[in-house]
């Protein structure tokens, strides 16, 4: 069978095309991670802001978390699901091209926030190659943010009220996450945004390697309160790839057991 004539891959292409013939949703989930990086960017000045651009590019791909809930919420109610349930492929095309689509909107986002971070704003990082690192990890937390976006649907009973528990959700946990504005308390390490955007801003900022420790925010420098802690940076990786899995399969499972016909 022809990879295009792939039914997820169908799905995936249909769930692309809607996103960007609305303009309004790329506005949406652009335009609010723009505003805070010029606006950081400006007040802190582009010594500081290296520091605090991470979170910007986090920021970015947490949008996933809503476009994931309307995404699912709008096929819980348009009646997709009950016609899919009649097709031998079943839900499962549902579910991988819809991943595939938030997946490719996730990159999509994190390469404008790249050209305007590194190309326009001349943020400093150590190298090409640990910006593809930081790729992976962003694009790695967008997916666990999907996953949590797939929990919300199976929730919620419109796409209004996923769009409403998403945002209630995320904003929230960003800032609790130290992402936004960086803070120093042990709350942080139950939130899934500070591992990705610490292990982000460690490895493109300060050049660290899988070896070393996770420090406790980014509030580095002479004056910085920021410690290590007894946490190096693969085991962070492990943390955001386990939040990851187990985030997809919990929404999985949720969303079918609350969608069953």
Not at 132 to 149: D, K, M, N, R, W
Not at 188 to 210: E, N, R, S
């Amino acid at each position: 069978m022809n990879f295009l004539e792939n039914n997820a891959i169908q799905i995936s292409i249909k769930n692309i095309k809607d996103k960007l013939r609305h303009w309004q949703y790329m506005v949406f989930t652009l335009g609010f991670a723009v505003m805070f990086t010029l606006m950081f960017y400006f007040f802190l000045g582009r010594d500081i802001f290296q520091y605090s651009f991470p979170g910007m590019v986090i920021y970015t791909t947490a949008a996933g978390t809503t476009s994931a809930a309307i995404s699912f919420a709008v096929d819980k109610t348009s009646g997709m699901l009950e016609r899919l349930d009649t097709m031998p492929t079943g839900r499962k095309n549902l579910f991988l091209g819809a991943l595939l689509s938030e997946t490719f909107m996730i990159s999509l986002q994190i390469l404008i926030m790249f050209i305007l971070g590194y190309g326009v704003l001349q943020i400093e990082y150590k190298g090409i190659f640990e910006l593809f690192i930081g790729f992976f990890i962003a694009v790695l937390f967008g997916i666990s943010s999907v996953g949590i976006g797939i929990i919300i649907s199976g929730l919620a009973k419109t796409p209004e009220i996923a769009n409403a528990i998403a945002l209630f959700y995320y904003m929230p946990i960003l800032f609790l996450s130290g992402s936004l504005w960086p803070f120093e308390s042990s709350i942080v390490f139950f939130t899934p945004p500070y591992w990705a955007k610490q292990i982000y801003l460690q490895i493109t900022v300060l050049g660290d390697g899988l070896l070393d420790p996770l420090y406790s925010s980014s509030l580095f420098g002479p004056t910085g309160t920021a410690e290590p802690i007894p946490i190096p940076i693969w085991g962070g990786l492990l943390i955001i790839c386990a939040f990851t899995l187990a985030f997809i399969v919990i929404g999985i499972i949720l969303f079918q057991k609350k969608t069953k016909f």
